[in-house]
């Protein structure tokens, strides 16, 4: 094969692998956010609630920075697993 034709699928072999990492990036930042968004709704919502609710679920206000990001990784596998199962991603 003459050397100019291993250069070009190089060359575009290296430009998909910089899609790719790119698109894995922006992927990855938008489930960031997404996380972060989902905790601090959780948190307000928790902290919303009076200590008598929160008594009544079994939380105590010294727990709620622990649980909320355990809830938000909850909500987002599940909305992953909606999206997987429906044909989605």
């Known amino acids: 094969m003459p050397p100019q034709q291993t250069n070009i699928t190089s060359e575009t072999d290296a430009a ?3 899609l790719d990492f790119s698109i894995a990036l922006s992927l990855l930042g938008r489930y ?4 972060w968004q989902q905790c601090r709704s959780s948190r ?3 902290h919303e609630l009076s200590d008598r609710d929160l008594a009544d679920i079994g939380l105590t206000r010294g727990e709620i920075d622990h ?3 355990e809830r938000a990784i909850g909500r987002l596998r599940e909305r992953a697993m909606d999206l997987w199962g429906r044909g989605g991603m």
């Open 16 to 18: 998909r692998l910089r």
């Open 32 to 35: 960031c956010r997404a996380f």
């Open 67 to 69: 649980i909320a990001p």
């Open 44 to 46: 307000v919502t928790l």
